[in-house]
């Protein structure tokens, strides 16, 4: 029977809702989510990416009361108030010296298109309009609004709008499983940095910046990189007078081991967009970093028309700021990337153990505090399975008949959990993702 809801679901086949009912979730507690029966289920991906401090936080629920008992919005043009300002000086003092401005937005695509904008309007501003499109990786993904979605490599998101886009440059990237170079990602040089290299001297006369997920492609299959790549990519954009927007909108905020990837390569871009993990996934927040030269290209008289027009109406919204103050204090206070140190490594080990050299695991990888086991038809030759038998939906479908929330990507199933998962917990869902796996294979 057709499902009959006026709820349409992002990123859903809901005709797949004939099969599998949607699941009605009235609450949350620490890492599970409880549906309207009471099952529970381990919220093994962080309910996109974005809860890191579990469900129905104390700390989190009180912050934002708190606040609301003061103002709920209020409009950011001309007007700040407190929990902005302190997020804002938290922000600074934990990037690069060199990353002074803070510019909010609400979402993660906004940031990205925050960034891209401020970019070519640098340009403009100097003088160079000629500079007006981007280089981005294949496998990369910023979000899906149209901006956003020039650069994004993944065509399951782009294909149906191509004729709607901007046409930017397409670079392939580093897939370290699939590595051309026959190279190892511990030991590698970065070979692969050839590819944006190239691109770079062909076009860097029209290209005002290039876009990248820092270490850790998530929605692109969640490929993992060395931090050299990142190394040579500052060096060469900067030889080539083009701006760099790091992408940490998923991969910031200590899931890759440190508080932000960018650190393990010591670069600094002249673009951090930040969101998801910013509020511990209690309220939608963004933000652009970036440098003092971008801001004075935009700092004049206004009759010069120089300033930055952008907005949104949730700008800097005072709830969502007291949650982002909150987190970050929870990342002081409970030395939060330290201790992740010491336990995830205890996923690690385990998911080695129960999966690595196990039939259809192509590889098993992890960074920080995300894991993946790339699932392929061939071990030796890493032939993918055919998409069309959705291999990966049946897993992440009887993982949630067992009490995991295990959405796959394709047929990568990765583990993204909230920080405060025990040992306990992750050995019981690395069980569950292991006998999902071989009852479906």
Known sequence: MKVNTPIWHPCTQMKDHETYPIIKIEKGEGIYLIDDKGKRYIDAVSSWWVNLFGHNNPRLKKAISDQMDKIEHVIFAGITHTPAQILADDLVKLTPEKLTKVFFADIGSAAVESAMKLSYGYRYNTGNPKKNRYIYLDAGYHGETLGALSVCGEELYTELFGDIMMENVRVQGPDCFRCPFEKERTSCNAECFCHMEK???????????????????????????????????????????????????????????????????????????????????????????????????????????????????????????????????????????????????????????????????GEVRHLGCVSAVELVKDTKTKEKFDWKARTGFQIFRKAIEKGAYLRNLGDVIYFMTPYVITEDEMVKLVD??????????
């Open 199 to 361: 691109a770079m001297a062909e076009h860097h006369e029209h290209i005002t910046a290039v876009i990248l997920e820092p270490l850790l492609q998530c929605a692109g299959g969640f490929k993992m990189y060395p931090p050299v790549y990142l190394k040579k990519l500052v060096q060469a954009a900067a030889h080539y007078d083009i701006h760099t927007i790091f992408d940490e909108i998923a991969c910031g905020f200590g899931r890759t081991g440190t508080m932000f990837a960018l650190e393990q390569a010591d670069v600094c871009p002249d673009f951090l967009c930040l969101s998801k993990g910013i509020t511990s996934g209690y309220l939608p927040l963004s933000v652009v970093m970036t440098h003092d030269g971008i801001y004075d290209a935009f700092y004049d008289e206004y009759t010069t028309l120089k300033a930055f027009l952008h907005s949104h109406s949730y700008t800097g919204n005072p709830l969502a700021c007291a949650a982002g103050v909150e987190t970050m204090k929870i990342f002081r206070e409970d030395r939060v990337v330290e201790n992740n140190g010491k336990k995830f490594p205890v996923m690690h080990e385990y998911l080695d153990k129960k999966f690595s050299g196990k039939p259809h695991v």
């Open 432 to 441: 569950i993702a292991y006998e999902s796996v071989y009852e479906v294979l």
